[in-house]
Every structure is written in structure tokens, then in C-alpha cells.
């Protein structure tokens, strides 16, 4: 049997290819019911009602009811949605039918005939800012007696989740999602893409807070598949066995024989990743002679796809305690974890955590030298990255759309799930607005038999530019409330009952022109007064006129000011090299009694760098000095230390972190750098005591950090590249002023090392090239990459990997879906708090992207980066100015001469001084 679009190819040395026939998403073939029964006696336990933490919906069943078998206790799904219509597959289906028999809630089904978008709604007890996981079931079981498969889209909240397509009409399929609820309220929908009609067997809901994978708002993890392996049946185990109710499916794992069980493995009560002792139980060790496992993943559909992936060992062995060494190390893409020991029957679990596991999933599992036993594997798990490009509509917007949906008994089939997104399924009569966060502009509930009053609720849909509630039954007033929208301009409310007099502050507006407002036939409103003169406007129209002149001519006088300004600075030699004599020359090399004496025998740790830790020092009692003594982590030392060092001494900029001077002496290897008093850009942007960098400040870090670049790459001779830029290895002086750190040193330190978990000899995971090969050299355009991802830090606020528990997600993967939608205001540090002008931001946005090409071909070279930021920081500061003349237009006497003259002495402030 081959699975409907997912293949695990399993690359072997030994045995020909194999291509499993699982899908990650997928079940198992149908098994006949008594091979599965077998296995399921004596396990079973009628269950209490009730299932904490549970929400598990049979859909198409009329009836509440406890499955006997599992323990689960469903309930119909008429509460959770309001269209479909019901039907039961049980009566045809073949009495071996596995699902059908075994697990009632499969019998059943919901079909959604009519409309594009169907959507469940969710609110769990325990409320928003939880996580949970979401299984939705579909078996077909031709209910329709038409033999045709649909094939229809799975949405989770308003984001994309998965596509339903199944292989065969009786075929079962789980979608597992881990997702965090950001509200009370959250929406599983079912699209119809015109290629059949929907249906849903069932929705089941499991709290995973207490797991070790719960999720943020911005990325889920889906798709899940948990292989049981040294198995020899078709049994599966969940609920009650797996108190997470994950669905743990036997796999046949390439080149593998499975071993023997052993009786007791000792489930921990404080383990959070709660593997069932019962798949423990057995496990798979290489055929005959090998000593290694491999295993290759591999998902056409989602070949960018970010995966997290456990590994699960329990020694159930007797020999492994007999003194024979059981030691194996994980290879995962390239990046190698332990060597690892268990302890007789104690389970041990190995997550791939802040690896960046992409694309495809490889692993090997070797056993060690010393090792008198080949590797074993009790489980594994892997869980797909899903990343949620989209934010919900605003809640006020969502809350007020809800309230005025109930208060008039709205029945369209559309409105359902969000109002605004997806974009394609925005509710009928409504229209959004989508840059950043979706925000409701306009309803028109025209000829909608809408009765009863005007609801307030119309008056918190605050971003309204339009509302067109003509030709329904409305009575009673006109709110005043209407009048304080401060955004609207058409309101309709020709063809109602509405009594009483209108509103003045209605009419004002109407008068002065900024609202369209429509009342006629209404035979009980009192008409409105004759319409006032027009005085206001002409009053308007004139200064409106003036604003827009001055602006102009500001606007030219900056453009002139730059490009005086550039000009000049063109004539000035970029960079000047030397600064010596500040520090004593004579100084270096320093003695290691000379180091220990100016850190005070290393009394104040500063910073934790990649090589070593760094201590506050002083020199001859002057100026502060970090001290970073380097941890050699390889026995045969660093041979080419001493000539790389006394290179980067003469390495100058004002952007550069200056080496002042070096110890070398028997072994003791450390670095003397001027002392930068603000620490590292990465806790700049990680700080969450309310100092958040400003958009200024960052743009001004860019272009510092893209100077000291520029003149490694193109100022040096023979230029540097310097392999591992980060965040973490910008430092900041106390102006703020931004100089590069470490550079040079990954090629003297960055070697192949025994660590923990060793990578190839390069960078930092999540800056990384993603050309780079283990055997490759890094270049230029490496170092541009790692810019690109510094750029998207600053402007985001993230890290280069965004945590979730126990896993990461790259930046890239995150942002790039919104920034290809064009929401830039999605990425954007909301700490910032909207103070940025948009132009610069899209600016720094492109730039970033560009300097993050997959291909180091397309990625610019830093010259032309530093052109391209100095230009967004242009833009800022006319945004800036622009602004502050017009407060001081209104606000004081100042005049735009005066501010001219700021700009000047401001983007002065921008030029690279060199000192
Ligand atoms: C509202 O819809 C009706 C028809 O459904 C249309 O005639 C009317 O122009 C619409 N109103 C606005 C403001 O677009």
C-alpha cells in the first residue's frame, strides 16, 4: 500500500531501498478486528466520565456517550458548529472494519454541502495561553455512496494546517496539531477547494501544557508520528496507555531486528515526555554484525519543512548489566549527540531541542569504539514545525462582529470562524484591512431583515470606515455613539423604522463633509436640518494647501542637505586605519602573572563567549579591558595563535572591537579587548525590563556593524571574513555605538572539537550559511548571510532560532510566509510599539532579505549593504523630521528653517568618525 503523499525512504546500505508506506500524518492499513483485539484484552478498563484536560467531539452523532473501549468520553458536535448534516457510515461498513467497530466515533460523520469555509469552535476550560493537541479524524466509508473521494483543506485558527487527502474509501486519517490558544475561543475550519464536498468523523482536544512540547502563538507543531519499534503486531497504543493520547503506530525500521522484551521499565512520574511503558517495551538493535541504525525522512510535500525529533532508549537488555558496555552516539543531520549510556530499564528520551533539523530528517546511531554492544531504539517521534503566519482578526473588532452576529440571529453560512482570514473567506459584507493585525473597515448588512434596535455594538468596531444597515426593520434612535468612530465616513441607515431625532454630533459631521450619512425612508426620524454653509470647509481647504507646500519644500531642502552631506563625506577616506598609542604597544604579548594581575586574579566574569569566559580588567589602572581567557577544548593547542593574533592587532575601525593584547605562554591562551560597557546586542534585544532599543538606535547598530563588516571584507588586506557574526558578537560601547567582536577567531578556534555535540567546523547554528558544507570554506557571502539574520533580529526582536520548548524554529522560516504576504508589521518588534516609519522598515526589511538569499550568489556585497541602510536611516530621519515640524507647526512658533538646521547637526552624528 502506498500513503497518499507522504514516503519515508529509508536509504540502506546493506539492504536494497525500502519505501515504507507510512504517511507521518497517515494511520496504519486497516488491520482486521481480531488480530487487534487480541492484543487489546485484559487492557482495557471502563473509564471514568470524565477526561480532564480533554475535549473529545464525535461529529454527526445526535448523543453524548462514553466509548466502554477507550475510556473516552465524546460528545456531540451540535454545540460546535452550526451547519453540516449528519451521517453513519457503521451500517455499511464491513464488519472487520477496524475503526468503525473498535472506535465508534469513527461510525459517524459531519458533510458540509454548503459553504467555502465550515469552522468548529473551540473553547477549551482552561482558556487562552494554553496548548493543546488537536487530532482530526476523517474515514470517508463512502458515505455518500458516490465513491468519489473528496480532497479539502484543514485550517487551525486562521492559519493553514494540512490538506485532507485519503488513498481509499475505508482509509482512517489523523492530523495531529500541538497549538497554542492565544483566545478563549479557537476555530478548527474545513474549505471546501472544489474538490468534493468536506466531512469530519472526529475532533479531539488534549491539554499539553505539561508535555514537553507545548507551542507559541507563532509556530505549531503538526503532523505528528510516533513510531513504536521492535513491535512484531499491528497494535497501536493511546489513551489510556498514553496519557497525551498520542497515537504511538508500529514502524518497521530498515535493517533492524527487534529485542526481546523485557518485563518492567519504570515509568518516571516527572518525565514530560511520558513514553508508555508498554512501547518501551520492545525495541530494534542493527542486523546481525552492524553497529550502526540509520534512517533517512523525507517529505516531498513539505521539503523546507523544520522538524523537531525525539529519540527514545530504555536498556532492556539483561547482558547490557552483566558489564557490557552498551555506548552509542546520535548523528542528526550532521550535528552529533554523546555519547550515551542507559541504565537498565530506566528510559531515557533525546530530543533534537534547538537543533535545526531541515528539510530532511537523516540520523545514524553509532555504537562507540569501547562499546561491547550494538546501538538500540526503543521509539522515536517526529514533529513537523508548522509555522502560523497569521494573526487573528483584532479581538475588539472579533468580539463586537460576534455580539452584533447573536444580537440579530445572523444566519449566513459564511460566518463562521474568523471574520476577516483567511483573506479568501472573509465573511460576506464585511471587508478588512490587513495590514498588520486584521482590523474590520466595513459592514453592510443591507437587506439582511436585521429587527430590533441599532446594537452599540456597532460603535466598537473602531477601525469602521463604512456601515450600511439599510433597508431591515431597525427601530428605536440613531446612537450617538456612532459619531465618535473616528474613521467613519459612509454610514446607511436609509429603509429602517428609526424614530426620534438625530444625533447633532451626526449632523456635524455630515456637515463639514467628513461623513456620508444616509436616513431617507425613515417615516418616523425627524428630518434633518437644511444643511448648514459650507464655511468650515472653505476654512479647511486652504490650510490643508499650506501644510502640503511647506511639506514640499522641507522635503526638498532634506533631499538637498543628504546629498550635500554625501558628497562630502565621499571626499573623506572611509575608513582610517591606525589608532595606535593608545594603548602601550610595548604591552603585548603580556605574561599570564601580567593577566592575572589586570583581572584581579579573575574576580568579575563580564560575558561567556564561544572560546572562553571574559573578566573585567584594568590596564596600568586606566581604561577597562575584557580579558577572555580561552578554554582550549582540543589537546594539540592552537599552532597558528600566536601569528593569527598579532595579524588582528594592526585590524583597526571604529566598528571593530579592538585586540589590545594576547597571552600565550605555556598553554594559557587569552585575549586583551577594550572593554565595551553595554554588553552584546543579543541581550539588548532579549532585555525585558522596558529599555527597548529604539527603530533609531537599531537602524544606527546596523549600520555601525555593516561599517566594521564593509572593512573586514574590502578594507583589509588580505580581507577577513569573519565566520561567526551574531548578535551575541556585537557589542555596544556606552554611547551605544556598535563594533564587531571576535572577529578572525573562528579560524584559529573553530576546529573540529570532542564537545558535547559537535557541528562542523563553523558558525553558529541559525546564522549559518545555508551553502556551507561540512568540507566547504566559508566566505564573504557567508558572513553577508549572517548579516541578513542580525537585520531580521533587529527588526523583529527574535532570536536567529525562536524558541518553543524543546525546540527551535529558524527566523527565516517564521517571517518569510508574512513578509512574502507583505504584513511586515507582523515581523516587527511590537516592543517597539509601532514608532518606526514604514518605508525604512520595508527598506531594511528588503535588505535583510536579500542578504539572506539562499544562494550566495544573489546575496550583495557589504559595500553596497551599507549604501542601502545609510539610505533607510535617510528616510527615518526625514520621517522624523517631517513629523516634528508639523507638531511644531501647530504647536509652537519654530519655524522649518530651524528644524533644517537639526537635521543637519543630526545626520552629522550618522557619519563614521574616524578617530
Ligand atoms: C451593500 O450591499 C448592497 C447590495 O447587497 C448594495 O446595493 C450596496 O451598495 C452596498 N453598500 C455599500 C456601502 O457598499
Given at each position: 500500500m502506498m500513503s497518499r503523499h507522504e514516503l519515508f525512504i529509508v536509504l540502506n546500505n546493506l539492504l536494497p531501498l525500502f519505501i515504507l508506506v507510512f504517511g507521518i500524518t497517515s494511520s496504519w492499513d486497516t488491520p482486521t478486528l481480531t488480530e487487534a483485539t487480541k492484543h487489546d484484552v485484559g487492557r482495557r478498563k471502563l473509564a471514568t466520565q470524565n477526561n480532564p484536560g480533554f475535549i473529545s467531539i464525535d461529529c454527526g452523532v445526535e448523543e453524548d456517550y462514553l466509548n466502554g473501549e477507550t475510556g473516552i468520553y465524546y460528545k456531540s458536535d451540535k454545540d460546535f458548529i452550526e451547519t453540516g448534516e449528519n451521517h453513519d457510515i457503521s451500517a455499511s461498513a464491513s464488519r472487520n472494519n477496524y475503526y468503525v467497530v473498535q472506535w465508534r466515533e469513527y461510525g459517524n460523520l459531519r458533510s458540509f454541502p454548503d459553504g467555502k469555509k465550515n469552522c468548529y469552535t473551540l473553547k477549551p476550560e482552561q482558556g487562552r495561553n494554553n496548548s493543546y493537541r488537536i487530532r482530526a479524524s476523517f474515514l470517508y466509508g463512502n458515505y455518500d455512496g458516490k465513491n468519489e473521494i473528496p480532497e479539502f483543506e484543514l485550517y487551525v485558527g486562521v492559519n493553514y494546517w494540512d490538506t485532507v487527502r485519503l488513498p481509499s474509501l475505508w482509509y482512517m486519517l489523523f492530523l495531529d496539531i500541538i497549538y497554542f490558544f492565544t483566545a478563549d475561543t479557537g476555530y478548527v475550519c474545513l474549505v471546501n477547494t472544489g474538490l468534493g464536498i468536506p466531512f469530519i468523523s472526529a475532533l479531539e482536544l488534549r491539554l499539553s501544557n505539561e508535555s514537553a512540547f507545548n507551542t507559541t502563538y507563532s509556530v505549531a507543531l503538526g503532523n505528528v508520528r510516533a513510531s513504536d519499534l521492535g513491535i512484531s503486531s499491528n497494535h497501536s497504543f493511546r489513551y489510556k496507555d498514553d496519557g497525551y493520547d498520542r497515537i504511538w503506530q508500529p514502524l518497521q525500521f530498515p535493517s533492524s531486528v527487534p529485542i526481546s522484551p523485557s518485563l518492567n521499565i519504570a515509568n518516571q512520574v516527572d518525565d514530560l515526555y511520558k513514553v508508555p511503558a508498554e512501547v518501551l517495551r520492545t525495541a530494534i538493535q542493527p542486523v546481525n554484525g552492524s553497529r550502526s541504525l540509520n534512517y533517512t525522512y523525507y517529505s516531498s510535500r513539505f521539503p523546507f519543512s523544520q522538524y523537531l525529533v525525539c529519540f527514545y532508549f530504555a536498556e532492556i537488555e539483561e547482558t547490557a548489566r552483566q558489564d557490557r558496555l552498551r555506548e552509542f552516539t546520535i548523528t542528526l543531520n550532521g550535528f552529533k549527540i554523546g555519547p550515551i549510556t542507559l541504565e537498565y530499564l530506566k528510559p531515557l528520551p533525546v530530543s533534537s531541542q534547538n537543533l535545526p533539523v531541515q528539510g530532511v530528517i537523516n540520523f545514524t546511531i553509532d555504537a562507540t569504539e569501547e562499546s561491547d554492544l550494538p546501538p538500540i531504539l526503543n521509539a522515536m517521534e517526529f514533529y513537523q514545525v508548522l509555522p502560523l503566519p497569521y494573526s487573528p482578526t483584532d479581538p475588539t473588532d472579533g468580539d463586537a462582529i460576534m455580539a452584533i452576529k447573536q444580537t440579530y440571529n445572523i444566519n449566513k453560512d459564511d460566518w463562521?470562524?474568523?471574520?476577516?482570514?483567511?483573506?479568501?473567506?472573509?465573511?460576506?459584507?464585511?471587508?478588512?484591512?490587513?495590514?498588520?493585525?486584521?482590523?474590520?473597515?466595513?459592514?453592510?448588512?443591507?437587506?439582511?431583515?436585521?429587527?430590533?434596535?441599532?446594537?452599540?455594538?456597532?460603535?466598537?468596531?473602531?477601525?469602521?470606515?463604512?456601515?450600511?444597515?439599510?433597508?431591515?426593520?431597525?427601530?428605536?434612535?440613531?446612537?450617538?455613539?456612532?459619531?465618535?468612530?473616528?474613521?467613519?465616513?459612509?454610514?446607511?441607515?436609509?429603509?429602517?423604522?428609526?424614530?426620534?431625532?438625530?444625533?447633532?454630533?451626526?449632523?456635524?459631521?455630515?456637515?463639514?463633509?467628513?461623513?456620508?450619512?444616509?436616513?431617507?425612508?425613515?417615516?418616523?426620524?425627524?428630518?434633518?436640518?437644511?444643511?448648514?454653509?459650507?464655511?468650515?470647509?472653505?476654512?479647511?481647504?486652504?490650510?490643508?494647501?499650506?501644510?502640503?507646500?511647506?511639506?514640499?519644500?522641507?522635503?526638498?531642502?532634506?533631499?538637498?542637505?543628504?546629498?550635500?552631506?554625501?558628497?562630502?563625506?565621499?571626499?573623506?577616506?572611509?575608513?582610517?586605519?591606525?589608532?595606535?598609542?593608545?594603548?602601550?604597544?610595548?604591552?603585548?604579548?603580556?605574561?599570564?602573572?601580567?593577566?592575572?594581575?589586570?583581572?584581579?586574579?579573575?574576580?568579575?566574569?563580564?560575558?561567556?563567549?564561544?572560546?572562553?569566559?571574559?573578566?573585567?580588567?584594568?590596564?596600568?589602572?586606566?581604561?577597562?579591558?575584557?580579558?577572555?581567557?580561552?578554554?582550549?577544548?582540543?589537546?594539540?593547542?592552537?599552532?597558528?595563535?600566536?601569528?593569527?593574533?598579532?595579524?588582528?592587532?594592526?585590524?583597526?575601525?571604529?566598528?571593530?572591537?579592538?585586540?589590545?593584547?594576547?597571552?600565550?605562554?605555556?598553554?594559557?591562551?587569552?585575549?586583551i579587548y577594550e572593554y565595551m560597557a553595554n554588553g552584546n546586542l543579543r541581550q539588548h534585544l532579549s532585555d525585558t525590563n522596558g529599555n527597548v532599543l529604539k527603530w533609531k538606535e537599531r537602524l544606527q547598530i546596523a549600520i555601525d556593524a555593516a561599517y566594521g563588516l564593509e572593512y573586514l571584507h574590502n578594507g583589509c588586506k588580505p580581507s577577513i571574513v569573519h565566520r561567526d557574526l551574531k548578535s551575541a558578537n556585537i557589542l555596544l560601547t556606552e554611547s551605544m555605538q556598535a563594533k564587531i567582536a571576535d572577529f578572525g577567531l573562528s579560524k584559529i578556534f573553530l576546529t573540529e572539537n570532542e564537545s558535547h555535540i559537535s557541528t562542523c567546523p563553523a558558525g553558529t547554528p541559525g546564522y549559518l550559511d545555508p551553502e556551507f558544507h561540512c568540507s566547504g570554506n566559508l566566505n564573504k557571502k557567508s558572513d553577508v548571510y549572517s548579516f541578513g539574520i542580525v537585520l531580521f533580529e533587529l527588526i523583529t526582536g527574535q532570536p536567529a532560532i525562536i524558541r518553543i520548548p524543546d525546540c527551535g524554529v529558524h527566523i527565516l522560516q517564521w517571517l518569510s510566509p508574512i513578509v512574502e504576504k507583505g504584513d511586515i508589521r507582523n515581523i516587527i518588534d511590537p516592543s517597539l510599539q509601532g514608532e518606526f516609519d514604514v518605508n525604512a522598515a520595508w527598506k531594511v526589511v528588503d535588505i535583510a532579505m536579500s542578504c539572506a538569499q539562499p544562494a550566495s550568489i544573489q546575496r550583495p556585497d557589504m559595500s553596497l549593504v551599507l549604501t542601502e541602510l545609510k539610505e533607510c536611516m535617510a528616510i527615518e530621519m526625514a520621517h522624523g523630521r517631517t513629523q516634528r515640524v508639523l507638531s511644531n507647526m501647530t504647536t509652537s512658533s519654530n519655524s522649518p528653517e530651524i528644524s533644517l538646521l537639526n537635521v543637519d547637526s543630526e545626520l552629522n552624528l550618522l557619519n563614521p568618525i574616524p578617530r
Open positions: 463562521q470562524g474568523d471574520p476577516c482570514l483567511p483573506k479568501e473567506y472573509t465573511w460576506s459584507g464585511l471587508t478588512c484591512r490587513f495590514n498588520g493585525t486584521p482590523r474590520i473597515i466595513s459592514l453592510n448588512l443591507s437587506a439582511s431583515k436585521l429587527t430590533g434596535a441599532i446594537s452599540l455594538s456597532f460603535s466598537n468596531l473602531q477601525a469602521i470606515e463604512s456601515l450600511d444597515l439599510s433597508y431591515n426593520e431597525l427601530t428605536g434612535p440613531v446612537p450617538e455613539v456612532l459619531a465618535q468612530l473616528p474613521n467613519l465616513k459612509v454610514l446607511n441607515l436609509s429603509g429602517n423604522k428609526l424614530a426620534g431625532s438625530v444625533p447633532q454630533s451626526l449632523k456635524d459631521k455630515s456637515d463639514d463633509g467628513s461623513l456620508v450619512l444616509r436616513l431617507a425612508e425613515n417615516p418616523d426620524l425627524c428630518q434633518m436640518d437644511p444643511c448648514h454653509d459650507k464655511e468650515k470647509k472653505k476654512f479647511v481647504v486652504p490650510v490643508v494647501a499650506s501644510i502640503v507646500s511647506v511639506l514640499v519644500l522641507i522635503f526638498f531642502s532634506i533631499l538637498i542637505v543628504f546629498c550635500m552631506i554625501r558628497r562630502r563625506r565621499q571626499q573623506e577616506p572611509l575608513i582610517k586605519s591606525s589608532e595606535e598609542g593608545s594603548f602601550k604597544s610595548k604591552n603585548r604579548p603580556f605574561s599570564y602573572s601580567q593577566i592575572v594581575k589586570i583581572t584581579g586574579n579573575f574576580t568579575t566574569v563580564v560575558g561567556e563567549g564561544g572560546f572562553g569566559k571574559v573578566y573585567l580588567g584594568s590596564l596600568n589602572d586606566e581604561a577597562p579591558v575584557a580579558v577572555k581567557l580561552l578554554s582550549p577544548s582540543s589537546k594539540q593547542g592552537f599552532k597558528e595563535f600566536r601569528a593569527e593574533v598579532q595579524l588582528l592587532m594592526i585590524v583597526h575601525h571604529r566598528n571593530l572591537v579592538s585586540l589590545i593584547g594576547y597571552c600565550d605562554e605555556n598553554g594559557k591562551m587569552a585575549l
